[in-house]
């Protein structure tokens, strides 16, 4: 499932990147690609297999996965709230690799999940920010990584000084299920400014 994701995705992302964002092996990656089935028989037999269960599974996995839709939507509201009041959980991001890049430049950095926490929070600086447009996308066999994509509207706060009053940005984030909630793995910020005429 994670090397199906990598496949799709390697139009828009570097492989390493993708496969350490998801834990596994180049080495590992490329030999699933080469992996061919040996007999057309036994491979159309499994596809059959796997067409009966998925059909018998449907209405239990749509109901499944329309619920982490919500958990999701749900967790990235309530972290801008906390983040707004100053807060970050780190038991909400992945304890030890968070890819994070932002708009103000530079390499993606992968911190660990109380560096993220830190990061975020830290500094003397709140983002009192609103989520908007929230769109999740479960990808993968068992739909344990999703894709989040969202815009964040608000103020940018220094101190009690308002430093950026009409702030813009849009995320793009990489979820994986761990322990049966979905933690933050990976995140992208993109500044949207130029079109709205908010100025950093």
Known sequence: ?????????????????????????????YAWQQHQP?????????RTILFTLAISLLPVAAQ?????????????????????????DPNKFDQNHNLTAYSSGGLWED???NELATTLVGGGVTLSVKPHHVKVTLLGEKKDVAHATYYLSGKILKGATVAVENYRTRI?????????????????CEPTFWWIGCEL
């Open 172 to 188: 793009s984030q990489v979820l994986e299920k761990q322990k049966r909630q979905m933690d933050l793995c990976g995140k992208s």
């Open 64 to 88: 499944s996965q329309a619920a982490d839709v919500e958990a999701i939507k749900t967790n990235i509201e309530q972290m801008w709230e906390d983040m707004a009041q100053g807060k970050a």
């Open 111 to 113: 911190q660990t999940a």
């Open 1 to 29: 499932m994670r090397y199906r994701f990598i496949e799709v995705e390697k139009a828009m992302y570097p492989v390493t990147m993708l496969c350490r964002v998801l834990r596994v092996s180049r080495g590992g990656f």
């Open 38 to 46: 040996i007999h057309k028989e036994v491979s159309d037999m499994k």
